[in-house]
């Protein structure tokens, strides 16, 4: 009896530190792997304290209560000024909050193309552009009025590659200043609405018929739009082009990929377009996780979000790009299933993309563009 007890002690001691030793292992195991998984990706946690730069976002106000925002999430803003209304005031503002800031803001000036076809045009801009980098912008930024708005006397539509820009562009080229280009627009807008994929183009159109191509059918097409970005790219092979909204190429990663390999001078960033990355991830998540890792050096972080005096609510304001930044984050950074709005509420899992990556399409990338 006593021996069977004797037995019985043993064979639960050898047994229970067995069991030790399994949890023991498993435990370790765990902590490895978590370790490996952690320093590989970051978290929704890493939000925050992960250096980052919005290169697309319109500060237009003197109150820099959303910079400090920004940078308490650790975002800094790069401005595109824009060819629409008061490019002056425009200018003034970034030029203030860079002066103000000039380690948590940063902008893209702009030029006006309402004294296009005057005899001193030419001289005109390159004055302007002089006066832009005098300012501390970054860059000077074209906008899509060229192609889409802007006409010759004859009445005919002005592209960025007519003869008229082209010492513009060689002077950028040979004094190294960066170009944003937003020129042409997303596929979409020559589309059928029932056609169109997400619905902030939907949106977007209907709010603005003066853009919606599909209403204009006399307009350059499409493919005009990026042949004329194209032919920029190869006439001025050292101007430094930033293709703004994937570069008018939003629908196909594979176009996009298309123009990197073809020409080195070109990054795009992702302002506005995220929704047609989601989109595309739908159908192939791995085809748009592995153009992102692949190019990771060519594409920048940007929102499109603006920023205006008449944003009134504080609250409000900063709520919406707390989202739309934490958003973005989530799908890029992370692979948390996210419902999007813009695809009518479809799930989409987050492309979990390497930390190193993160780093370049978040921060590295653009500061590339510093001085
Ligand atoms: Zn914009």
């Not at 650790?74 to 002056?88: A, E, T």
């Not at 999007?340 to 780093?359: M, Y």
């Amino acid at each position: 009896m006593k021996n069977k007890q004797v037995r019985w002690c043993s064979f639960r001691t050898k047994n229970f530190s067995r069991y030790v030793f399994i949890v023991f292992a498993s435990c370790l195991w765990y902590c490895l792997s978590s370790c490996v998984h952690n320093s590989n990706y970051y978290t929704k946690a890493d939000f925050t304290k992960t250096p980052k730069i919005d290169v697309h976002i319109h500060y237009n106000t003197y109150n820099a209560s959303y910079l400090k925002f920004a940078d308490s999430l650790n975002f800094r803003l790069v401005s595109p000024n824009v060819d629409l209304i008061m490019v002056d005031e425009q200018l003034e503002g970034s030029h203030y909050l860079k002066q103000q800031f000039p380690d948590k803001f940063a902008f893209w000036g702009t030029f006006s193309v309402d004294n296009f076809g005057k005899a001193d045009f030419i001289e005109r801009t390159i004055a302007r552009i002089d006066k832009c980098m005098e300012y501390g912008a970054l860059g000077i930024k074209i906008w899509k009025n060229i192609g889409m708005v802007l006409k010759d006397s004859a009445g005919h539509f002005v592209m960025a590659d007519d003869p008229v820009f082209e010492k513009i562009f060689k002077y950028m080229e040979d004094q190294n200043i960066p170009v944003m280009a937003h020129l042409g627009e997303p596929k979409n807008c020559w589309l059928h609405e029932d056609q169109m994929t997400i619905n902030s183009n939907r949106a977007y159109y209907k709010r603005h018929p003066e853009y919606y191509m599909y209403l204009h059918p006399d307009a350059p097409s499409y493919q005009t739009h990026i042949n004329t970005r194209d032919t920029i790219l190869s006439r001025y092979s050292k101007l430094r082009v930033v293709g703004a909204h994937l570069g008018s190429l939003e629908w196909s990663v594979d176009e996009i990929a298309k123009r990197f390999d073809q020409f080195s001078n070109f990054d795009v960033d992702i302002s506005a377009r995220i929704g047609h990355l989601q989109f595309q991830s739908l159908r192939d998540r791995e085809k748009v996780r592995n153009f992102l890792i692949k190019y990771q050096y060519r594409v920048l972080y940007g929102t499109d979000m603006d920023i205006n005096d008449n944003n009134s609510n504080y609250q409000v304001v900063t709520s919406r790009i707390y989202n739309k930044w934490m958003k973005d984050w989530l799908y890029l950074a992370t692979d948390s299933i996210i419902e999007i709005k813009e695809l009518n509420g479809k799930k989409v899992k987050g492309l979990q993309l390497p930390r190193s990556v993160i780093d370049k399409i978040y921060c590295k990338n653009a500061e590339r563009y510093f001085k």
